[in-house]
């Protein structure tokens, strides 16, 4: 794949600051969902939902900032981990100071292994097949999600399902006609005029939340005394190994496109810093960190692999850590708004996974096929389990169990090393050509 901007480049100066909005954009929803719904159904007393959403900012910030410039060195959006966010809500009856030890510890581990170089030996089990497959599995594993953006917008089910289909439509049409800069930020403008003509739609829609300070602390409540509980950390433990899942193969995904030969070194720099990070994140009493493996979609819809069009929406997500008003205008879009763009990109998403697929040797016959449809099916199973299944089994294995992007990724491990490894050799993990200026 083409890029307009490499790696290293720096895109001209309104193009960057654009491309920053659209990063910036992505970003954001996943922090206000995931901490809205920490500080509404997780452990009674574990946060002020506005003090804990400028926490979470100002930790994504920096976790953005430190991977770009000192971790992998790639354009990979990072926010809070869904992984983690099930081993909370798994545990009802936990003490939030308990939480927050699990979390700092856990950060600790995968940075002591991240330090200790045995990451590194990881990669070798991301072949071609494996990391086409984290990337289908993707767009597959967040169907449910979008399934609830588009239906729970304040408006009817069906429009809101008609609304999303008119603006996907409409956003892969203009990507067609469309080229440039236009073109590269196609998301962040859909997301503008998609806010707009919702609240044009539906006026009863909730806009931003009244009374919230301009400016505003956050700087209380810090982990500054440990609290044990085995059962706890043997749960976190698990979800940590699986957030490092989550971590290589987000990684692995976008060295694919980047193929410059340093993927052992950027591999064991950026689960470091995500450790450290995750460290930071117990400290400071809030939901752990990871590098999301979305990013590869909206890569491949704007075709700009630069990672310096990160900054500007690390620097704005650090300025909206200390804006409580901010925190309350950005809340006001629609979630039927961030449905769309997000089945925009997961398009994209598709269509990189499948393009990593077909170079090389493709599939490798049936038996290749099997081993990229099984852990699709099987991660699409377990994503629309019903809740009270997953509820049902051991807190112990749940957070893995009741992960449908884990559960296909260590499925398609499963049969890429093991069940079918005898039929030929895996994969190469080489990767999609370097970006051009």
Known sequence: MDFRYGLDDRPPPLEWFLLGLQWFA???PSIIIIGKII???GPAGACDPLVYLQKMFFVAA???LVQIFRGHGLPLIVGPSTVILIGILSSPGARPQALHTAILLGGLMLAVLAWTGLFGKVRRLFTRRVVAVVL??????????IIRLITGGGAEPRAGVLFAFVMS??????YRLLGGVWRSTLILTATVAGTVAWHFLFPAARGPVPGAALFSSFFTGFTTALAFDPGLLAAFLVCFLALAVNDIGSIESMNVFVNDGDRGGRLRRGV???GLTNLAAGFLGVVGQVNYSLSPGIVASSRCLSRHALVPAALLMLAVAFSPAAIGVMEAVPPVVVGSAMLYILCAQMAAGIMVLTEGEGAGGLNGGLVVGIPLLVAVVVAFLPAGIVEAWPPVIRPVAGNSFVMGVLAVLFLEHGLF???GKPGGTGGGKGGKA
């Open 272 to 274: 470091l810093v995500t």
């Open 136 to 145: 289908l599995l993707i767009a597959f594993t967040l169907t449910p999600t």
């Open 62 to 64: 920096l976790f953005m």
């Open 421 to 423: 490894r005898a039929d």
């Open 39 to 41: 500080c509404t159904v």
């Open 169 to 174: 439509l409409a956003m892969l049409i203009l």
């Open 26 to 28: 992505v970003a954001v």
